[in-house]
């Protein structure tokens, strides 16, 4: 059974920044291709980016693509996600999963996450 401890959020102002970090067991050994997505207060959850483990990334939402940077040292089995340039709409709690294949690149296939980290951007 895989498990992924999500940390790293906060709250931060309008054009701040924040690296999210997820641990996740077996990520190397299974070379699992892996993901973030955000879920905002009574809202769905929204896919962010994904990557495999031969560096393959594919973002969700191009509103994210250029701001959210995803990364993974598999060295230490962990997943992490650089967001630059954070802005309100970007508040939600953030989480880290398992990517398939669909169509046209990696997409988040929500087979396992952890508690999450809430990320509030606010002035």
């Known amino acids: 059974r895989v498990q992924a401890v999500e940390s790293g959020g906060g709250v931060v102002q309008p054009g701040g920044s924040l690296r999210l970090s997820c641990p996740v067991s077996?990520?190397?050994?299974?070379?699992?291709?892996l993901g973030w997505f955000r879920q905002a207060a009574g809202k769905e959850r929204e896919g962010i980016v994904c990557i495999t483990s031969e560096g393959d990334i594919t973002y969700s939402s191009d509103s994210m693509k250029g701001r959210f940077t995803i990364s993974r040292n598999d060295a230490e089995d962990t997943l992490y996600l650089q967001m630059n340039s954070l802005r309100p709409d970007d508040t939600a709690m953030y989480y880290c999963?398992?990517?398939?294949?669909?169509?046209?690149?990696?997409?988040?296939?929500?087979?396992?996450w952890g508690q999450g980290t809430q990320v509030t951007v606010s002035s």
């Open positions: 077996k990520m190397r050994a299974a070379q699992l291709t």
């Open positions: 999963t398992d990517c398939a294949w669909y169509l046209d690149g990696y997409y988040p296939d929500y087979n396992f």
